[in-house]
Nanobody, 127 residues
Framework: QVQLVESGGGLVQAGDSLRLSCSFS?????????MAWFRQPPGKEREFVAA????????YYADSVKGRFTVSRDNTRSTAYLQMSSLKTEDSAIYYC???????????????????WGQGTQVTVSS
């Protein structure tokens, strides 16, 4: 059974950087999964942040984080990452890691396409 565990959240100031990690345990193996990050700000719905395909060739970002966030993965460590820079107060949210078994490099942006979710990690950006 797949398990995803996020880590790296915390309280930072606007303009700071933070790196989130998502540790994957299976079976199946990590390199068979497309991985994504979503977030849920207080009082709002969950929204797509970034996603990376199995071989790291395909990556997508929400417009609100383009140029500031970088999604990556290390298949040897079975871990996905979200490097967040130039953080803004509006980036404050619970961040969730999500995974989806995939036979291709397709990378959905819809939360409903992902079958496995972590418990979430809180990111708070103060002004």
């Amino acid at each position: 059974q797949v398990q995803l565990v996020e880590s790296g959240g915390g309280l930072v100031q606007a303009g700071d950087s933070l790196r989130l990690s998502c540790s994957f345990s299976g079976p199946p193996t990590f390199n068979q999964y497309s991985m994504a990050w979503f977030r849920q700000p207080p009082g709002k719905e969950r929204e797509f942040v970034a996603a990376v395909g199995r071989g790291s060739i395909v990556k997508y970002y929400a417009d609100s984080v383009k140029g500031r966030f970088t999604v990556s993965r290390d298949n040897t460590r079975s871990t996905a990452y979200l490097q967040m820079s130039s953080l803004k107060t509006e980036d404050s949210a619970i961040y969730y890691c999500a995974g989806r078994y995939s036979r291709t490099n397709s990378v959905p942006k819809a939360a409903g396409e992902y079958t496995n979710w972590g418990q979430g990690t809180q990111v708070t950006v103060s002004s």
